[in-house]
Every structure is written in structure tokens, then in C-alpha cells.
């Protein structure tokens, strides 16, 4: 990731609260038969590893995890994101020499793949999953909920996904190359927008 250190993230309670927030991530490997990509939900265990390391399960017919990766994969986390409008900046009306860009958070985790079928831990996954994204529900589904026939029929259709991180590329770009007469413009906008992603970077932004 093109990191100018400006941008860079080195606090890596923001890094993992990125990671956390992200509902969907995207897994990354390359093989023998080319670059392949997943869209998977994706969790971090903070007690293994220096790291951490990367958990997730893929469908079982998908060729990802029946090919060799060659290296180490890549997980990508997004957090908030906004497109930036010159319009913004103060220094439109100063001079004019403005250009659009656009504000993000994001974390590239790197690190040795391992694909296992062990239904024992692909149950451990499923449950770390579902708690996660059912905490907060009124009522919390369960995997336990489920038939235990039905949970294990469903356990051979998928298979464990498990990187531990080596690397950690962490950006949060939110204007700080820009002045603060610009950065405040920029706040605003993005409070008055009418999309809620929007207002959810406008808080990020340094002033």
C-alpha cells in the first residue's frame, strides 16, 4: 500500500479497532493459477501472535482454498471512507489550486497461510463468528441454537482459514496534508452530506 508517512498508522489499538469495525473484509493470495480474492468476514485473536492472528472459513467448492498459495496472503480491512470535494477548501477561493480526493481508513494484515478442515476448530471459528456479529441483537442467535446434525453437516462444507499476522500496513488518510482553514471546510461538508458514511469520517478529520 502506498503509505506516505503522513498518513501512516502506528497506533495499533487504532489498527485493531480498523480491523474489528470491518464487517466484510477482502483475503488475498497468490497461486500457481493467478491472484485470487475473497470477500469474507474475517476476525483478529489479539492473544496469539505479536500480531495477532487472522481467522475466517471459506465455502468448500471455492478454488481459493484448494490452491497453494505462493507467500504470504493478504487481508484487507476498510473502515470509513469519503470523497472529498475541492469545493471544500478554503484555498479554492485563494488560488484555485485545488483537485478532488478522497478520505479512508485502511489495514493490510500480512502474513503464512494455513487452510484446515478440522471440524473441532472450524466449530471454534463459527461460534467466534456468530458471536461477534450477533452481539447487540435483542435476541442473539446461537450457533448452539441449531440442531448439533445440522451444525456439523454444514461444518463439511467449509474450510479454516488461519493467518497469523507478520506485517501490518495501517493508512488513516483524513487531510492532513491539507491546512487547517481547508481541513475545518472539509469537516463541515462532510457533516452537512447526506450520506451517513460521510458523517462518519468528518469526526476523524484533525483540527
Given at each position: ?42 476476525f483478529l485473536d489479539e492473544s496469539e501472535g505479536e500480531q495477532g ?14 490452491a497453494a498459495p505462493l507467500g504470504d496472503g493478504l487481508a484487507i480491512f476498510m473502515g470509513p ?127
Amino acid at each position: 500500500m502506498y503509505m506516505p508517512a503522513i498518513f501512516k498508522d502506528d497506533d495499533l489499538e487504532n489498527v485493531r479497532a480498523t480491523i474489528r469495525a470491518a464487517r466484510l473484509a477482502h483475503f488475498v493470495t497468490v497461486t500457481a493459477e493467478g491472484l485470487m480474492a475473497t470477500p469474507l468476514p474475517l476476525f483478529l485473536d489479539e492473544s496469539e501472535g505479536e500480531q495477532g492472528v487472522i481467522y475466517g472459513h471459506f465455502a468448500k467448492p471455492n478454488p481459493q482454498c484448494k490452491a497453494a498459495p505462493l507467500g504470504d496472503g493478504l487481508a484487507i480491512f476498510m473502515g470509513p471512507d469519503a470523497y472529498v470535494t475541492p469545493s471544500w477548501y478554503a484555498t479554492k477561493q485563494e488560488t484555485g489550486k485545488v483537485v478532488p480526493t478522497w478520505n479512508y481508513v485502511a489495514v493490510h494484515a500480512h502474513g503464512p497461510v494455513e487452510f484446515f478442515d478440522d471440524p473441532d476448530r472450524l466449530l471454534v471459528v463459527v461460534k467466534r463468528l456468530t458471536e461477534i456479529h450477533e452481539s447487540g441483537r435483542t435476541s442473539p442467535w446461537a450457533v448452539t441454537d441449531a440442531p448439533p446434525d445440522f451444525i456439523q453437516a454444514q461444518l463439511r462444507g467449509i474450510v479454516g482459514l488461519r493467518m497469523p499476522i507478520t506485517r501490518l500496513e495501517a493508512k488513516r488518510k483524513m487531510s492532513q496534508n491539507r491546512n487547517a482553514a481547508d481541513r475545518a471546510g472539509v469537516v463541515a461538508g462532510l457533516w452537512a452530506s447526506e450520506r451517513a458514511s460521510d458523517r462518519d469520517v468528518a469526526p476523524l478529520i484533525p483540527l
